[in-house]
C-alpha cells in the first residue's frame, strides 16, 4: 500500500463543515451577491456548532472574498468578479516585494512576458476610439505633474491597453501588477528628463497599435519596458552608493 493512503483519517474541524455549507448555499444561489447571511444564533442553531466556528468559517469567507463583514451588521454576500478575486492576493503580494527585493525583478519579468503578448492582441483589435483614448491619457500624463499624479496617469494607459484585449482576466491582472509596482515606478520617474522619454515610447506604441501591426507593437513595449526595469536597476545602484559612503 502506498504511503499516501497509509494513517489515520483526521475529524475535520467543525469550522471547514460551516464554511463548506455556506460555500453550497452561496454557490446554489440561495443567497444572492448582497443579501445578508442568517443571524449568528440562528446558524449555531442550523447546523449545531458553537459560536467560535461559526467566526472562523466567516472570517475565512471574508478572506476568500465571498462575503464582506462591516461592524455592527450581518455579513453580506459579496459579487464575484475576476478583479476582486485577484485582488485578494493584494497584501501578500506587497509583503512579499517588501521582504526580497528579488522578488520585484521576477514581477517586472512577468510583466514584461505579460504586457508584450497582451499589446500584440490589443494591437489586432485596436479601433479609431481606442487610439483615441490612448492618445488623451498621453496628453494627460504631459499636463500632469512629476509623481503620483504622472505615474497615475502612466498606469491608466497601461490599464487601457489590457482593456482593448476585451479578456476581464488581462485586464485585472495588468492592473495589479501596475499597483504592485507603483513604487518601484515612482523612482524612475524622479530621474531628471525620464517624464519626457516615457512620453515618447508611449506615443511609439500608440502609432503600432494604430497601425494594428503586432510586432512593432510588441517590440515597442519591449523597449519600453526594458528601458524602465534598467532606471531602476541604476537608480537601485545610485542610493546602494549613497548608503555605503
Same mark, same amino acid.
Given at each position: 500500500?502506498?504511503?499516501?493512503?497509509?494513517?489515520?483519517?483526521?475529524?475535520?474541524?467543525?469550522?471547514?463543515?460551516?464554511?463548506?455549507?455556506?460555500?453550497?448555499? #452561496?454557490?446554489?444561489?440561495?443567497?444572492?451577491?448582497?443579501?445578508?447571511?442568517?443571524?449568528?444564533?440562528?446558524?449555531?442553531?442550523?447546523?449545531?456548532?458553537?459560536?467560535?466556528?461559526?467566526?472562523?468559517?466567516?472570517?475565512?469567507?471574508?478572506?476568500?472574498?465571498? #462575503?464582506? !463583514? @462591516?461592524?455592527?451588521?450581518?455579513?453580506?454576500?459579496?459579487?464575484?468578479?475576476?478583479?476582486?478575486?485577484?485582488?485578494?492576493?493584494?497584501?501578500?503580494?506587497?509583503?512579499? +516585494?517588501?521582504?526580497?527585493?528579488? @522578488?520585484?525583478?521576477?514581477?517586472?519579468?512577468?510583466? +514584461?512576458?505579460?504586457?508584450?503578448?497582451?499589446?500584440?492582441?490589443?494591437?489586432?483589435?485596436?479601433?479609431? *476610439?481606442?487610439?483615441?483614448?490612448?492618445?488623451?491619457?498621453?496628453?494627460?500624463?504631459?499636463?500632469?505633474?512629476?509623481?503620483?499624479?504622472?505615474?497615475?496617469?502612466?498606469?491608466?494607459?497601461?490599464?487601457? !491597453?489590457?482593456?482593448?484585449?476585451? @479578456?476581464?482576466?488581462?485586464?485585472?491582472?495588468?492592473?495589479?501588477?501596475?499597483?504592485?509596482?507603483?513604487?518601484?515606478?515612482?523612482?524612475?520617474?524622479?530621474?531628471?528628463?525620464?517624464? *519626457?522619454?516615457?512620453?515618447?515610447?508611449?506615443?511609439? #506604441?500608440?502609432?503600432?497599435?494604430?497601425? @494594428?501591426?503586432?510586432?512593432?507593437?510588441?517590440?515597442?513595449?519591449?523597449?519600453?519596458?526594458?528601458?524602465?526595469?534598467? +532606471?531602476?536597476?541604476?537608480?537601485?545602484?545610485?542610493?546602494?552608493?549613497?548608503? *555605503?559612503?
Amino acid at each position: 500500500m502506498n504511503d499516501i493512503a497509509a494513517g489515520p483519517i483526521r475529524r475535520r474541524k467543525l469550522s471547514d463543515e460551516v464554511l463548506e455549507r455556506l460555500l453550497a448555499l #452561496i454557490r446554489a444561489q440561495k443567497l444572492q451577491p448582497g443579501d445578508q447571511l442568517p443571524p449568528e444564533r440562528e446558524l449555531m442553531a442550523l447546523y449545531g456548532v458553537g459560536r467560535p466556528a461559526i467566526r472562523e468559517a466567516m472570517q475565512q469567507l471574508a478572506a476568500m472574498g465571498r #462575503i464582506t !463583514i @462591516n461592524h455592527g451588521e450581518r455579513a453580506r454576500v459579496s459579487e464575484v468578479t475576476v478583479h476582486s478575486m485577484i485582488s485578494q492576493f493584494d497584501t501578500t503580494a506587497r509583503f512579499l +516585494l517588501d521582504d526580497d527585493a528579488e @522578488n520585484i525583478d521576477h514581477l517586472k519579468q512577468a510583466r +514584461l512576458f505579460f504586457e508584450a503578448g497582451m499589446v500584440r492582441m490589443a494591437a489586432t483589435r485596436a479601433t479609431p *476610439d481606442d487610439i483615441d483614448k490612448l492618445r488623451g491619457l498621453i496628453d494627460d500624463m504631459q499636463r500632469s505633474q512629476r509623481g503620483d499624479a504622472f505615474i497615475e496617469c502612466d498606469m491608466a494607459f497601461h490599464s487601457a !491597453i489590457a482593456d482593448m484585449t476585451g @479578456n476581464p482576466i488581462f485586464s485585472a491582472t495588468a492592473r495589479a501588477m501596475l499597483h504592485w509596482l507603483k513604487d518601484y515606478h515612482l523612482g524612475i520617474v524622479s530621474f531628471r528628463g525620464a517624464e *519626457d522619454v516615457s512620453l515618447r515610447e508611449h506615443h511609439q #506604441i500608440v502609432d503600432c497599435l494604430a497601425d @494594428n501591426d503586432p510586432d512593432a507593437a510588441e517590440q515597442a513595449m519591449r523597449d519600453h519596458l526594458t528601458r524602465t526595469s534598467e +532606471l531602476y536597476r541604476q537608480r537601485a545602484e545610485s542610493l546602494g552608493d549613497g548608503s *555605503d559612503r
